[in-house]
Each structure stands twice: as structure tokens, then as C-alpha cells.
């Protein structure tokens, strides 16, 4: 079995959150049962994207980042291309059925439909989007 997951579930196991204690619990949960880790190529730019902006705020020590990244790392997670002839057109359309404007979240939608899986991630708003449209993503809890 396999799931993807999305960047909001890696930050919080790496970084002080509310939600850290259910992205951990379900991180021993996928472990304990073998389940392999999947993301799109895009999972390193989108954490590098939310540390970045912590430090800017000043949520997050820039001496932290460094020791972040490993754990990242030894996490395992499968990253996957982009196919422009298969993905693009999917990730178009997955992002106009939640009418949103940025596709990053789509890329995982994707992802995980061409996984036969689901996305797992702690962005309610985007699990009740796609849950709405019968698209294949789990809310962390």
C-alpha cells in the first residue's frame, strides 16, 4: 500500500504545530503497516517555501532549518516528476473542479489518482474541496 502526502502533514512533524500530535500519530501508523510514502516533485520547494516564511516571521530559528531538512530526509518520502502530456491536463482540470487558482494541490491530487491512493494532508479546506467533487483526499485527524 502507498499514500501521499502532502507538504502541511511533513511541516508539522518537523516543526512545532497544534497538529504535530495527529501528523505523528498517523506517521507511526503508515509506518508500523509498511504503507510507502509518495509526493510530487514540488514537496521540498513547498517546505522550503513554509520554513522560509516562519523565519521571516520569526516562528522558526534560521539555525533550525539546517537540522530540519535531514529529518525530511531519512522520512523516505517517494518524490515523483511531472509528466507534462499526462499530468498537466489532470492537474488543470483537478484544479479548476476546486476553483482554485494555484495548482500545487492539484499536483498531489494527481498524484495520488495515478497512485490508485489517497492524498492524506492536514489543509481542511482542500479535504472538504475535494471531498465535495469525489476527489481522493483524507484530512489527518
Known sequence: MSVVVDASVIVALMVSDERQLA????????VESGEELHAP?????????VLARRVFDGDLDADRVDEIWPDVAALGVELHPFDLRHDGPAVAVITARLRRRHATDSAYIRLAQRLDTQLWTLDGPLARNAADVGLPVVLVT
Do not use: F
Not at 501528523?23 to 503508515?30: D, H, K, T, V
Open 23 to 30: 501528523a505523528r500519530a498517523r506517521m507511526e501508523g503508515w
Open 41 to 49: 516533485a514540488v514537496l521540498p520547494y513547498e517546505l522550503a517555501n
